[in-house]
């Protein structure tokens, strides 16, 4: 094992363990460095390397910090990766997002409340019966974004938000080229309400199933 992974293990065992917490302020580089058996050099990379992650903050003047930690957070550098991948792997990213959102869509019919249902009938009511494509798409990303957040399970809603990025283009390409898009997916987007809103887990799942596969299929039939 190279000096600097290892250096990145151990104090990445310090924060798993619960030596450092969230928030916790790092000891001087000098006593980690001698408390953990590491040179300095080989401790400053491991640093490095963990705040480009967003495992660690490094406040220029003021010291070392363990971030909050929070799922959000540690996924930008996934996301970071996802903005680099093209139309060949969109189709993967809505494999996973089929796996993922109807699950999500499923423990949002469990929880959602009626003023979260309220709140989504009013996004579906603005948008009207035909909107343009742009629109269209803006009010979908929206439309399972808020849906997802009903879910109350903070990495679920980190992966999806995650992964919607590079599904975004698709979409829009499938509103310009494949006829009754609109009005296909305003109307799956009524029934995945219909469904939240009577609290059928289920049906939920089923609807949200069916909406993205919609769409992977497409992209399957065009690529």
């Known amino acids: ?8 293990e151990k104090v990445k065992a ?23 058996g590491l040179s300095r ?3 400053r990379e491991a640093v490095r390397a963990l705040s480009l992650v ?23 550098v996934l996301s970071f990766m996802v903005d680099f991948h093209r139309d060949g792997t969109v189709l993967e990213f809505l494999r996973v997002r089929r796996i993922l959102e109807p699950a999500a869509t499923a423990m949002a019919a469990e929880r959602i409340t009626e003023a979260e249902s309220a709140r989504l ?5 603005r948008l009207g019966p035909d909107p343009d494509v742009d629109a269209l798409v803006a009010s979908d990303l929206e439309f399972h974004r808020l849906i997802a957040a009903c879910s109350q399970n903070t990495v ?11 599904t975004t283009r698709a979409r829009v390409w499938r509103g310009l080229t494949q006829a009754g898009t ?10 995945i309400l219909d469904a939240l809103a ?14 993205i596969a919609g769409v992977e299929q497409w992209l399957a039939s065009v690529l």
């Open 1 to 8: 094992m190279a000096l600097t992974d290892e250096a990145i």
């Open 182 to 191: 609109k009005e296909r997916t305003l109307a799956e987007h009524r029934a």
């Open 41 to 43: 050099s080989s401790l």
């Open 14 to 36: 310090m924060i798993t363990s619960g030596a450092l917490q969230a928030g916790d302020r790092l000891p001087r580089e000098a006593d980690l460095a001698a408390e953990l």
């Open 156 to 166: 679920l809603c980190s992966l999806l938000e995650t992964l919607s990025g590079p």
């Open 121 to 125: 009938r009013a996004l579906l009511d």
């Open 198 to 211: 009577a609290h059928e887990p289920e049906v939920a799942r089923s609807w949200a199933t069916v909406h």
């Open 54 to 76: 967003n495992i660690l903050d490094v406040r220029q003047g003021d010291g070392t910090y363990v971030t909050s930690l929070d799922p959000q957070l540690l996924l930008e």
